[in-house]
């Protein structure tokens, strides 16, 4: 078991990875964004009821917030280990390019876009930054009003408390190296 305050840490991380705001997570939780906040500040600890409730709301289980994880300080990850997250409507696939460190503060991803595919929810937002290189095809980045067009070598930083969206807009699959602060969970 895992103590409060690492407990409550893992529920951040997963939820600004998502995406989500301490209201969104009291919507559908029915808990109240106080309690959350003082879960995640290891303030508390949530009874087993919240913290399947806030697992649940934020389309995980409870296992991912109190199991014990490998506590290794340095990672090696296999090209052909990596972990990955499909989006199939979206044509995107996420890579994790690290694992096992414990808290970590970012995250490396590849991302891999398909050609021709919009996401459906056009925009996200969340506290923390952003960074990617394009290693392969053309990607288009919009962070509030503006576009910025990159190609492979091209990179961009940025604040991710401004609405932002990615997308592929050459011919072939895109790729990139995308590095988020705090981390996104796969």
């Known amino acids: 078991m895992v103590r409060k305050n690492e407990i409550g840490s893992r529920i951040k991380s997963f939820r600004l990875a998502k995406g989500l705001t301490l209201k969104d997570i009291e919507l559908k939780a029915e808990v109240s964004a106080t309690h959350v906040s003082e879960i995640e500040r290891g303030m508390t600890s ?17 296992a991912y917030f109190v199991e014990k994880r490998n506590t290794k300080k340095i990672s090696v990850v296999n090209k052909k280990n990596r972990k990955k997250m499909q989006f ?62 990159l190609k492979e070598g091209d990179s961009i930083h940025y604040k991710a408390n401004k609405p932002h969206a990615m997308r592929n807009i050459g011919d072939a699959k895109c790729r990139a190296i995308w590095v988020t602060m705090p981390p996104y969970s796969l």
């Open 46 to 62: 949530p009874t087993v009821g919240a913290l399947s409730k806030i697992a649940k709301a934020m389309g995980t289980d409870v």
């Open 88 to 149: 199939i409507g979206w044509g995107a696939t996420y890579y994790s390019l690290t694992q096992d460190i414990p808290n970590p503060m970012i995250s490396f991803l590849e991302v891999e876009l398909e050609p021709g595919i919009a996401r459906s929810e056009e925009t996200s937002t969340h506290d923390g930054e952003e960074f990617a290189l394009v290693t392969k095809g053309v990607m288009e980045i919009i962070i509030g009003s503006d576009k910025y067009i």
